[in-house]
């Protein structure tokens, strides 16, 4: 991911198989937020946010994994640094306090 290797298309559409795979998967078993990370560092690591809803990843499955320290790199990793303080709020609205304010420190980097 932070190399940003070449992917060649035939090797990016497998891991976009993959990743639909995983989505599906997801659905079946929500209590999983190990799986949902594992899903969006493929879409980090092979560029495949734009085949996927952004602001359901964004949001909804960002708010699942906010615990987890990686999950702030990735958030960044995916473009979604505009989208800050919309995820904020919803993790407040979600009374992940704990949570958010990992977050909220975090913002203080997106802005400087």
């Known amino acids: 991911m932070r190399i940003s290797p070449n992917i060649k298309p035939c090797v990016r559409e497998d891991a976009l198989k993959l990743t639909l795979d995983l989505k599906a998967n997801m659905k079946e078993n929500t209590e999983n937020s190990l799986m949902v990370l594992g899903f969006l560092m493929l879409l980090s690591i092979y560029g495949l946010v734009t085949y996927f809803n952004e602001d ?57």
């Open 56 to 112: 359901e990843v964004c949001l909804e499955l960002f708010a699942f994994v906010a615990q987890h320290k990686i999950a702030v790199k990735l958030f960044e990793a995916l473009g979604f640094a505009n989208k800050l303080s919309d995820f904020v709020e919803k993790l407040i609205k979600r009374k992940q306090f704990v949570v958010h304010i990992n977050w909220l420190r975090r913002i203080n980097k997106f802005l400087c």
